[in-house]
């Protein structure tokens, strides 16, 4: 996949640079991101240089991530990363991506999260044909599910002992959201799917046939 940028009203989304490092590096010495991610800690200058320099661009190279940088149109500051992740389904019948994101401490609570999160869903439904896209988080990271529920999100329940951290199994949350669910069309600035889906016209997917019982 050739790197490309997505552009809201207060944001772009933007392949990351080498330039990005010390932001990076600034935004993960703040609890949170570590604690409820996979990012290494203590997070040093070089996890931040191998992040931007390496693994993102053989991400998008290799089709196994898809990571945006989140900054700023006003200033350019970086305000968080969202992406893609666990392609592994994505080129198979499954049609399947996972949402990932953290955002920096100083610029919470301000909506950018699902703003950025929204065009992301644009872009996977629209443009790659995702047909199930996956959010997991570890069991009481409620603000990662906030954002979630926020995006249309549908809880599906806990992963128990799904995840490895520290040598300690631990239980994760899952949620999917489908692109014939229903969007809010302030949600998509404007741009509804066919019958107010997030997605491409049903011609487009593979047909779904939900369990009744």
């Known amino acids: ?36 991610t996979s990012v290494p800690s203590p997070y040093g200058v070089a996890d931040a240089e191998h992040f931007v320099g390496t693994i993102v661009p ?3 190279r290799d089709d196994t991530t898809y990571n945006f940088a989140v900054v700023s149109r006003a200033d350019g500051s970086l305000v968080g990363a969202m992406g893609l992740v666990r392609l592994g389904l994505l080129h198979t019948p499954e049609r399947q991506a996972e949402l990932g994101y953290w955002t920096a401490k100083e610029r919470r609570g301000r909506g950018y999260t699902v703003e950025a999160g929204r065009a992301v869903l644009r872009w996977a439904f629209r443009e790659l044909g995702v047909e199930r896209l996956e959010w997991h988080a ?17 809880m599906e329940g806990t992963l128990r002992s799904h995840l490895v951290r520290e040598g300690t199994r631990r239980d994760v ?13 302030a949600d998509l600035a404007g741009q509804p799917g066919p019958s107010g889906s997030l997605g491409p016209a049903a011609r487009d997917t593979t047909p779904y046939l939900p369990y009744p019982g």
């Open 138 to 154: 570890e069991a009481g990271n409620e603000g990662s599910r906030a954002v979630a529920r926020s995006l249309g999100f549908h």
């Open 173 to 185: 949350w899952i949620g999917s959201l489908l692109p014939s669910d229903p969007a809010d069309p």
């Open 1 to 36: 996949m050739e790197p490309v940028t997505l552009t809201t009203e207060r944001l772009v989304l933007r392949p990351f640079e080498p330039s990005d490092a010390p932001a990076v590096h600034a935004a993960c010495q703040e609890p949170d991101i570590p604690r409820w």
């Open 58 to 60: 053989e991400g998008w």
